[in-house]
């Protein structure tokens, strides 16, 4: 497996019987705490099958969306204190931060430089060098 796409957003978090925060409202940590959960989730089952995380190529892209009219933006990072760091290793606890991206940066992938706010201004300028 090389690429691989995890989502967590407040719909999931609500709903999840197994979240903690499922009934209250959904509050910055909390969505910092989930995201972290399920990286480290994963992480592990991809430690038990043979593989293991690059967190050099790990991103992590923290979207709360914020409508005005009929246009959607996302808050900026810094409405997210902290970090989601993972242990790649399960035998070394050793937490790694992985990359945390602003939803206006884009990063490549598969080829093409994409973000989250679909700006393709990276994208446009990569192809005119």
Do not use: H
């Not at 009934?23 to 089952?45: D, H, M």
């Not at 808050?75 to 939803?103: C, H, I, M, R, Y």
Request: charged share 20%.
């Amino acid at each position: 497996m090389d690429d691989t796409t995890l989502l967590t957003n407040e719909l999931g978090i609500r709903n999840s019987p197994s979240t903690p925060e499922a009934s209250q409202v959904l509050e910055p940590q909390s969505l910092i705490g989930c995201t972290r959960a399920n990286t480290q989730k994963y992480s592990q089952i991809l430690w038990t099958s043979g593989g293991q995380l690059a967190p050099d190529k790990c991103n992590v892209y923290l979207l709360k969306p914020k409508w005005r009219k009929d246009k959607c933006t996302f808050e900026p990072n810094a409405k997210f204190p902290g970090s989601v760091e993972v242990w790649v290793d399960p035998s070394d606890p050793t937490e790694t931060p992985l990359n945390q991206l602003e939803p206006t940066e884009a990063y490549r992938t598969l080829g093409i430089y994409i973000a989250p706010d679909t700006s393709n201004r990276t994208q446009t300028a990569i192809l005119a060098q």
